[in-house]
């Protein structure tokens, strides 16, 4: 999955447990941020929620 397409972007994400996450995201690359895999940061209210590629179950623009 190309998550870079979704960079600031508004996006609806469901995890593999089924919640849906709303709001600006930002790409975190594996390599940058020295993880095993890429990831979205998105910000819900005045927080930031990491989810990585392989708990994204869905992921839509909005």
């Known amino acids: 999955m190309d998550l870079k397409q ?5 996006i609806k994400l469901i995890d ?7 709001g600006i ?6 390599d940058t941020y020295d993880e095993d895999q890429d990831g979205l940061s ?6 930031w929620v990491k989810i990585f ?6 992921i839509e623009v909005i």
Do not use: M, R, T
């Not at 593999?16 to 709303?22: A, R």
């Not at 995201?25 to 594996?30: G, N, P, Q, S, T």
């Open 6 to 10: 979704y960079n600031n972007k508004e």
């Open 16 to 22: 593999i447990d089924d919640q849906v996450f709303q």
């Open 25 to 30: 995201c930002i790409f975190e690359d594996k």
């Open 42 to 47: 998105v910000k819900i209210g005045y927080d």
């Open 53 to 58: 590629e392989n708990e994204i179950k869905s």
